[in-house]
């Protein structure tokens, strides 16, 4: 290993104080400084801007450099983790509402951990320039998020990008569905494990979180009521009372690339259905297509269905009314009748 | 009691009477002879209390034959089979629903045990269609039940009676308009139940050949009409049968076929003067001969 200082300035300060930023960037902030290492050129360059447009501005190169006591160092800094601040429960105020520490239970830690190539932190929300997501320069901003997901799964990022969530995303719909929506940031699970939002008796929780968002879909015409009436079909019983065999919404509305209905590409388009329906009911034809999908019996939408059940509604009413009143005229006159024959 | 004992005793109060003591022989040949004459006499009671149970247990009438109280026992457990295995889906949402199918293992389990029931329904519509079509004693049930003018009229004195208009019952014959009633209920349920469950048991054959809409309307039907039928069963039915003030909390008949001709007089007064006819009729026949 070879080591290369391209700097050498400043006066070298004792132990205990504390380094100043400012003298980090005396060669940090170079734009060409950097090593060789095994034979390639490797930058060890900060920006200044951009960190100090971070969420870590505040902070002193040295509060995570813990190992950096004087200046210039002559070794190479240990490795640094984020988690070493954002832990549940840290004094110095670093936030975990995302739960970062989860990152240790999902794939990506996994097969980092096998030697894999998976990404840690860094990989998604930078070294030196973390930002809020909410920021819309930060590396983890919603838009943004495809693109960095899809650095590793391309053809999953290009299936995305003929989706109907991502054209809301690019209709400024920002609400609209990115990677981590459905997969969640940090604990992100297969799904065999039954954590995993995407877990088959999970699915259906995942999709409406926004799909019964009343406002929400609304502002987006799309009707609320679908999981509900979900729930109620049979696939939903089976599914909720563990027949994971049972379609959930992926199974015929797809995933990354989900279109809506009107859509010609889209496994639910009327055209669509039968092959859909078909993958697990053998015999399903065009007739699959002849009704309403997701509508409750109660709304008027459902056509010959909600008339179905408001003739039963009344039928039953009306039939045990009167079945009641007679139990209770026979059990009055019984009583009555009794009453006389003691009295008298 | 000792025979013996009882005799001893009664010998000695009659001396202790008469202030005399009899000789030791005629003594003992007194006391076996009033010994046996104790036994003999507790023996003709036992056997007179024990024909007088014999007597009133033939004071029944057998309401129902063997067929008919099979089709109602099968029909019984298929129906009640059907009914704790199909709640839960229908309240899934309930606490109840995940209760049962934690217990009994699995809604699968309970699929199949639905499925149980639905063939027991099936099997017993079936059984019941031939019996009134080709037997005899069918089609003398079937005639019986068929509503008629009479059914209409006691349906309006039962109404006067039981508001306390009139004293007077009206006078059943074999089935009462209520029992009628409930004959004819069970049809419009089980042609409802089975169309529509067949149409949901067997949605792959059927997937060929019905618009989707169809299965819409069986499920919505199934699950409304087996809310109907349950309250109709469990509130009407049972109130009638076995919960009303009369002959709470159990009425046997329909199991045991019998009824008692006191329970016979009350409820079914007609059928009771038409057996009583017969009966007379055939005696006076075989008198003359």
Not at chain 1, 62 to 72: A, E, G, K, L, T
Not at chain 2, 177 to 195: H, N, P, R, S, T
């Amino acid at each position: 290993m070879i080591w290369i200082l391209m700097f050498f300035i400043l006066i070298v300060n004792q132990a205990n104080s504390q380094l100043k930023n400012q003298r980090c960037f005396v060669c940090h902030g170079v734009k060409n400084f950097g090593i060789v290492e095994q034979g390639k050129f490797k930058s060890l360059y900060v920006s200044k801007e951009d960190f100090e447009a971070s969420v870590h501005s505040k902070f002193a190169c040295v509060s995570c450099h813990v190992d950096v006591r004087v200046i210039p160092h002559l070794t190479k800094p240990q490795k640094i983790h984020c988690l070493q601040c954002h832990f549940e429960g840290n004094v110095v105020g670093a936030p975990v509402a995302a739960k970062p520490e989860k990152y240790k239970e999902s794939v990506h830690a996994r097969a980092l951990a096998k030697g894999k190539n998976a990404p840690d932190c860094k990989d998604c929300h930078t070294i030196h320039y973390v930002r809020k997501p909410e920021d819309p320069n930060s590396s983890v901003y919603k838009t943004k998020i495809p693109e960095l997901c899809g650095r590793c799964h391309q053809t999953i990022k290009e299936g995305y990008y003929n989706s109907i969530h991502w054209t809301g995303i690019t209709r400024g719909e920002l609400s609209a569905a990115v990677c981590s929506d459905c997969h969640r940031e940090h604990d992100i699970l297969p799904p065999e494990d039954p954590r995993s939002s995407l877990n088959p008796k999970n699915v259906v929780g995942t999709c409406e979180k926004c799909h019964s968002d009343v406002k929400l879909m609304k502002r987006v015409g799309i009707p609320v009521k679908n999981p509900e009436a979900y729930k109620e079909s049979f696939h939903g019983i089976a599914l909720k009372f563990g027949v994971v065999r049972a379609a959930n919404c992926a199974s015929c509305h797809g995933y990354h690339d989900v279109l809506p209905s009107r859509d010609p590409r889209s496994p639910i388009h009327p055209a669509n259905l039968a092959k859909t329906c078909g993958k697990c009911h053998p015999r399903a034809n065009e007739n699959v297509a002849k009704g309403k999908f997701h509508v409750l019996p109660s709304e008027k939408e459902s056509g010959i269905v909600y008339y179905v059940y408001t003739f039963f509604k009344w039928f039953t009413l009306i039939v045990l009314v009167g079945l009641f009143t007679h139990i209770v005229l026979d059990l009055v006159g019984h009583i009555r009748r009794k009453r006389k024959t003691t009295g008298e | 009691m000792d025979p013996k004992k009882e005799a001893e005793k009664l010998i000695e109060e009659m001396e202790a009477e008469k202030g005399i003591t009899l000789d030791a022989e005629f003594r003992e040949k007194l006391k076996n002879e009033i010994a046996e004459k104790i036994k003999s006499e507790i023996e003709r009671k036992k056997r007179e209390a024990k024909r007088k149970v014999e007597k009133e247990g033939e004071e029944y009438f057998i309401r129902f034959s063997l067929n008919i109280r099979l089709q109602h026992l099968t029909l019984a457990i298929g129906v009640i089979l059907l009914i704790i295995t199909g709640l839960p889906i229908k309240f899934h949402e309930s606490k109840i629903a995940e209760l049962f199918f934690d217990l009994i293992g699995g809604i699968q389990v309970s699929r199949i045990l639905h499925r149980i029931g639905a063939a027991m329904l099936i099997f017993v519509s079936i059984w019941h269609t031939i019996y009134i079509a080709f037997t005899e004693e069918g089609r003398n049930e079937f005639k019986e039940l068929l509503p008629r003018k009479k059914d209409f009229l006691d349906f309006w004195q039962n109404i006067k009676y039981m508001l306390g208009k009139t004293n007077e019952r009206p006078k059943y014959g074999r089935y009462s308009y209520i029992e009628k009633f409930d004959y004819w209920a069970v049809y419009w349920g089980v042609v409802i139940m089975v169309l529509s469950g067949l149409i949901l048991w067997f949605h792959n054959f059927f997937l060929g050949i019905f618009p989707k809409f169809v299965f819409d309307i069986a499920k919505e039907a199934h699950s409304d009409e087996a809310m109907l039928a349950t309250l109709a069963i469990v509130i009407w039915h049972w109130y009638n049968a076995h919960f009303n003030p009369h002959i709470f909390p159990f009425n046997p008949t329909i199991f045991t076929g019998k009824i008692s001709k006191e329970r016979m007089i009350r409820e079914h007064p007609l059928e009771y003067e038409r057996i009583m006819k017969e009966k007379l009729t055939r005696e006076e026949k075989s008198d003359e001969r």
